[in-house]
Structures are given as structure tokens and as C-alpha cells.
């Protein structure tokens, strides 16, 4: 039997119906004070949380498969998506309101098997850190046999869902699930703020928004794919500032608070850096056109590094990479949010300047600039990766890290072994800790296995049999650099066995 989407007073209105607090009335009934909503269930049952749903193999499961997680544990777990994951690969959550309604057992299986398969991955029992695929797989079928309930949570579920796809090699169904979001918030209007909506509401439908935005546009270039969303529309309001929104009063129901000024987010800037995603992935793909002459590619990156320049430049003064911001972004736990958008501009840069590495092309005192620029931005990616693992309240632990690692693992080693530099034992340095980055990032999300053989094919290519003319941006570099959810072949041309990445850590 189909749930209703809407309470029954709301569709004798033909008015759309939303919830703020999952498991309470709908907005419009709160409001008016109406305490019959039918969406709220009169004898609410207590949930039971089985950690292995049907049809999932017990290999993913050494607990008793009928038996329940406690209260204390799933909050735990759910505590563990909070401190590792929230606003850094997406932002979907206010705060106390996902914890109110974990707290009282109102949040929607589907979406809490979703969050629960984040935090079990980082949970120190092996025996709860297992059972991440099972509550995965179960979050799925909670979903396709709810899939026409078009609602705020199952958008949700589905960016959860996305995400945990790409980061278990399974790209296909995260580009599936995002597609799907994003049908969902269109038949919604996430875009379109409702003057009727509550501010912990309006801000909750904004971020999903715009997550699918930034979903949209990482998954399409991993997978080569056309966007499913336009370029940037300014006319939805952009996020504001997380630890206001995370400091909202959950209880405020619908009643629309005083206007404040808005300031904007680490989200917001975020979302404005994405802007150069595309133009960036487009430029590296017409690498082989015969009528693009030099004097357009270099106009171009100019005309692209200059637009991340003014990015960096247009940020409030506490949003800018310092030591001393990211202190105090760390002390409101938004220090994994701070790096992020940081360690994801320094990686623009990368995909924008790699081409220069290539010394077979003409070297001009600006080619020359441009390649040290590409060198300079992998190290700041490794710095800042480093110190995600090392100041607390930092972590930075989802599978984009490994991507952008990789990038910046990629620079590096073409700097080792092509340049001339008195620094090496600061490039082996960095190598070493993006390395042992790399590996932590295996423990928690098979798709950093594709990423190391990535980085493999690299090396390999780099210290075959003259490499050194051999070494070229073509379109097996333009493959490693941004596709990085599809297969990798070996680049034509016989290479030198070698010893493989992780394993020659310190002898390169």
C-alpha cells in the first residue's frame, strides 16, 4: 500500500504539504494548530533497526542478522556521520533537527539506514564498521519501494545514496540517484523559497538544492556525462552561514523569525567555485581539436585562472585559508567544511594547469609560470589534506579526498622524477603523507582502490623508457585527470614493470 505524501488536509486544499520535524505534523497543521494531521500516526511503533536488510549477503554482517542496534549505539553512528561527513560532500542537515529526530525515532528508515551507513564505517568494532554495505543495500530497496513519495527526505536519501555509490565504485547508480534528487526537487521547487516555510525549512530545501547542484556537477565530469542542471541560477539564495543555521531553534515550527542579515556560508562559496568546474573539464576535452590554435588555450586558462583568482580574493577575510581561521572554524566543528572548499579550490587549479607539465610543448616564460602555479597549488592540496588529519575537528574522510589526493600524489611524482629542484626531500615528504592519506581513505570506501591504480598507470607512464618525451597531455592524461569514475587503461607503449605506488614510497 502506497503512503500519502500529503495530509489529508492538504490535499482538500490541493496545497502542497511539508514537514519541518520529521514524524510531526505537517507545517501547514502546526501552524494553524491543528493537532489531527493525519500524516502523524496515533500509535506510533518504536522502530527496530535491523542492520541486514533481505537479500544482503551475511558476509557484510557478522551480528545476528534479526537482532536490533540500540538506541545508544545508533546515535553514536549517527554522531559518527556528524563529525566525518555532514557539510563537506554535501550539506542536507540542520543539525538539532536530524539529532531531534533520531533522538525521538521519528526519522524515515530509508534515510536513517543511509546516514547509518556512513557512520558505521568509522566505527572502531570491525564487527559494526561491516555492516556500512548491508545498511547501504537496505536504504536502496527502503527507497525504490518509496520511490513515487516525493518528498524533502527521500531527496535526501537519494544525495546519501549517491554519494555512498560513488565512494563503493558503483558510479553508474550515483549519477542514477542524483538524477533522481533532482527530478524530485524540480517537482518541488527546492529552488523556489516558500514565504509559508520556516527558516530551518527554507535553508534545509536550499542546501539539498544546491548539494544536488554540486552533485550534478562532480558526477557528470567523473563520468563523463552531460549536466542535468543549468550552469548557476543566482536567483536562489545561496547558503547562509552554517553555524547560524545549525544554531536555529529547532522548535520554532512554522513561524517565519525576524529578518537578519544574511551572511553567507563556506557552502555559498563553494557553490560559486563549482561555477569553474565545467569550463575547466571542457577546455581538457578539446585538447585534440585541430582548430584550437595556443593563443585560445592560453587566453582561455588565463581567462579561468584569473576567475579562480578573484574567487580566493572575494572571500570575507574570516573564510580565507589561515592558520588562524581555520582555529577558529575548528572550534565550532566546521574545520572538515573550512578545508574542503580550500583543498577544492587548489584542485581547479590543478585540473586547470596540469597540461603544463607536458615538456614537449613550447616552453614560454608563461607556460613555465603556469606549470611551477600547478606544482605549487598540488602542494598547498597535500598540505591541507595533512592538516585535515592533524588539527582537530578537521577530518576530512570522504571519497572526493581520495580523487583530489591522487591529483595532487600525480604532480609530485612528475616533479620527483622530471624537475630539478633542491626541495625533494619536501616533495617526498608530502608524497609520503599523501600516501598515507590514501591508505587511511582505503579502510573506509573501496573506490580509493581505483584511485591507487590510477596513480599506478601514472607512475608507470612517467618512468617507462624515454619517458621523458613520451610524457605528454593527450587524451589518456585527460582521462586520468577528470574521468575518474571509469575504467583507466594503460597508455599505448610498453612500460617498465617498476614497483607499484604504495610500495615505493621511499625509494623514488
Avoid at 564505517?121 to 545498511?135: M, N, Q, T, V, Y
Avoid at 585527460?478 to 617498465?496: A, M, Y
Avoid at 605506488?501 to 623514488?508: A, E, T, W
Amino acid at each position: 500500500m502506497k503512503l500519502p505524501t500529503a495530509c489529508s488536509r492538504c490535499r482538500r486544499r490541493r496545497k502542497k504539504c511539508f514537514r519541518t520535524k520529521p514524524g510531526g505534523p505537517c507545517d501547514a497543521c502546526a501552524k494553524k494548530q491543528h493537532h489531527q494531521c493525519s500524516l502523524v500516526p496515533t500509535c506510533p511503533q518504536p522502530r527496530r533497526v535491523s542492520p541486514q536488510p533481505q537479500h544482503v549477503s551475511a558476509k557484510h554482517n557478522d551480528l545476528n542478522p534479526q537482532s536490533s542496534l540500540s538506541h545508544d549505539l545508533i546515535e553514536e553512528l549517527v554522531e559518527n556521520y556528524i563529525y566525518y561527513i555532514l557539510d563537506r560532500p554535501h550539506t542536507l542537515f540542520h543539525l538539532p533537527t536530524l539529532r531531534t529526530a533520531v533522538r525521538e525515532d521519528t526519522l524515515g528508515d530509508a534515510l536513517l539506514s543511509a546516514i547509518l551507513a556512513f557512520g558505521c564505517r568509522f566505527h572502531d568494532k570491525p564487527e559494526i564498521a561491516s555492516l556500512g554495505p548491508a545498511f547501504m543495500q537496505k536504504s536502496k530497496n527502503l527507497l525504490k519501494q518509496d520511490m513515487e513519495n516525493i518528498c524533502l527526505e527521500n531527496i535526501q536519501t537519494c544525495v546519501l545514496l549517491a554519494n555512498l555509490s560513488s565512494s563503493s565504485k558503483n558510479s553508474e547508480s550515483e549519477a542514477l540517484f542524483v538524477a533522481l534528487g533532482i527530478r524530485m526537487a524540480e517537482i518541488l521547487g527546492l529552488d523556489r523559497p516558500d514565504p509559508e516555510d520556516s527558516e530551518v525549512l527554507r535553508e534545509t530545501k536550499c542546501r539539498v538544492w544546491w548539494t544536488l547542484f554540486m552533485a550534478d556537477r562532480w558526477s557528470s565530469v567523473g563520468r563523463n556525462l552531460r549536466r542535468a542542471m543549468p550552469d548557476f541560477n543566482q536567483e536562489t539564495p545561496l547558503p547562509m552561514d552554517e553555524d547560524v543555521f545549525h544554531h536555529l531553534d529547532v522548535d520554532q515550527g512554522s513561524e517565519r523569525s525576524p529578518t537578519r542579515p544574511r551572511t553567507l556560508g563556506l557552502w555559498a562559496y563553494n557553490i560559486m567555485l563549482a561555477k569553474q568546474l565545467g569550463p575547466i573539464r571542457d577546455l581538457n576535452k578539446q585538447w585534440n581539436q585541430e582548430d584550437l590554435s595556443e593563443d585560445y588555450v592560453m587566453q582561455r586558462v588565463a581567462d579561468l585562472a584569473e576567475g579562480l583568482q578573484l574567487w580566493e580574493a572575494g572571500l570575507p577575510e574570516e573564510k580565507k585559508a589561515t592558520e588562524e581561521n581555520l582555529r577558529a572554524h575548528s572550534a565550532k566543528s566546521l574545520g572538515g567544511p573550512f578545508l574542503a572548499i580550500h583543498t577544492g579550490y587548489h584542485q581547479h587549479f590543478v585540473l586547470l594547469l596540469f597540461r603544463f607539465l607536458d615538456l614537449n610543448r613550447t616552453q614560454t616564460p608563461k607556460t613555465i609560470e603556469y606549470a611551477e602555479l600547478c606544482k605549487y597549488h598540488a602542494r598547498s592540496i597535500s598540505q591541507l589534506v595533512q592538516l585535515s588529519r592533524q588539527v582537530p575537528n578537521c577530518a576530512m574522510v570522504f571519497g572526493g579526498v581520495g580523487y583530489m589526493t591522487v591529483a595532487s600524489s600525480a604532480v609530485l611524482l612528475h616533479t620527483l622524477i622530471f624537475g630539478q629542484q633542491d626541495d625533494t626531500a619536501d616533495i617526498r615528504a608530502k608524497l609520503e603523507s599523501n600516501y598515507e592519506t590514501i591508505y587511511e581513505l582505503q579502510r573506509y570506501w573501496p573506490s580509493i582502490q581505483n584511485s591507487v591504480k590510477r596513480l599506478e598507470l601514472f607512475q608507470k607512464t612517467c618512468t617507462r623508457p624515454g619517458a621523458m618525451q613520451t610524457y605528454k597531455f593527450d587524451k589518456w592524461m585527460v582521462r586520468f585527470l577528470v574521468e575518474h569514475h571509469l575504467p583507466l587503461d594503460e597508455p599505448e607503449g610498453d612500460l617498465s614493470p617498476g614497483e607499484t605506488v604504495m610500495s615505493c614510497r621511499v625509494s623514488l
